[in-house]
């Protein structure tokens, strides 16, 4: 066994920041590169193989110079400096501490948190079509309002529009009681509660009665042109290739879009092809277009939720490994 490292950082009030509650940090550097960590006031003894302890000694340069910004080490962002490491993404962990995207009505930055989510926001900001492919938490429907709501404030685009499927896939919107807004809200209101977090909600009401902002079920993209727009497709995963297609061929001059969902909750009938599996698959090569794929890493909600997406990513693959023997 090699000899023991020792890791230092100078300021009292960072290394607390770095360590954690109950020395949380430590515990999740422990399980991602197996190595054993005893903190001892500002200093960490780390025991581990040679690479193991040249790895940990970069994530906790990472975490420090997040400490020292001030920023707190939740341990999604430990998680992340693990994955930057191991993955050679130093740089854009860094660039997670000065990237904000746009500050909320009530003051708050919206930050990507995670390197996945650094590199979505930097394919929003450098492609008119992009597909943000993942499971639920990471973030991806909240970024991309969080983009499309930057164009709109620097005047890049005139108006947001935001659309997923209605009722599962079907969109069969007269079965439902009430009146055309009725039977839509409980399918757009994720969307609208990213506008109101954005924008607040009376200035998101206001840009809604100015018609710069619409919210509407797919069904009603059909035959229109959008122009200097930016256009954002939720729930893909419940398009079929016919709408996908129909969707697609809507963008007009000036206009982006950034279609978002999730392959492993697909609510379409047995038998029939996602929309988004199709498309992301068709068009990941063509010039203008970025398909950027988000994992359990880049889970912000609570931390059980990254460990239930990637046991399901574990299984899936088993089952895919033993369905190719």
């Known amino acids: 066994m090699p000899p023991t490292q020792q890791w230092v950082i100078a300021d009292n009030r960072a290394a607390s ?193 100015r018609g710069q902002i619409e919210v509407a079920p797919l069904a009603y993209m059909r035959g229109r042109s959008l122009t200097q727009s930016f256009i954002i497709l939720d729930e893909a995963q419940n398009t079929t290739h016919e709408q996908m297609k129909m969707f697609l061929t809507r963008l007009g001059q000036g206009s982006r879009a950034v279609v978002t969902g999730d392959l492993t909750q697909v609510d379409l009938p047995r038998g029939t092809a996602s929309g988004l599996a199709t498309a992301s698959r068709i068009l990941a090569r063509v010039p203008g277009i970025a398909v950027v794929t988000l994992d359990h890493r880049d889970v912000v909600r609570h931390p059980l939720v990254a460990a239930i997406v990637a046991a399901y990513e574990a299984a899936e693959a088993a089952d895919r490994e033993g369905n190719d023997r």
């Open 17 to 209: 920041t770095l360590l954690g509650r109950g020395e949380e940090t430590l515990k999740i550097l422990e399980d991602a590169f197996g190595v054993r960590l005893t903190a001892r006031g500002n200093m960490v003894a780390i025991a581990g193989s040679d690479e193991a302890q040249s790895q940990v000694r970069e994530a906790l340069d990472l975490l420090a110079e997040w400490a020292y910004a001030g920023e707190a080490v939740r341990p999604e962002v430990v998680r992340a400096a693990a994955a930057a490491v191991q993955e050679g993404s130093q740089r854009e962990f860094r660039h997670l501490l000065t990237e904000t995207v746009l500050t909320t009505g009530q003051g708050k930055p919206v930050r990507p948190r995670t390197v996945g989510q650094q590199l979505y926001i930097e394919a929003i900001r450098t492609h008119e079509l992009v597909f943000g492919v993942g499971p639920a938490g990471t973030g991806k429907t909240y970024l991309a309002v969080a983009m499309a709501v930057r164009a709109l404030r620097n005047h890049e685009v005139s108006r947001i529009v935001l659309t997923r499927p209605a009722v599962e896939a079907g969109e069969k919107l007269g079965f439902l009681p009430g009146a055309l807004e009725e039977k839509v809200d409980p399918y757009l209101r994720p969307l609208y509660d990213a506008l109101f977090e954005m924008l607040g909600s009376e200035a998101a009401l206001r840009y809604r009665e």
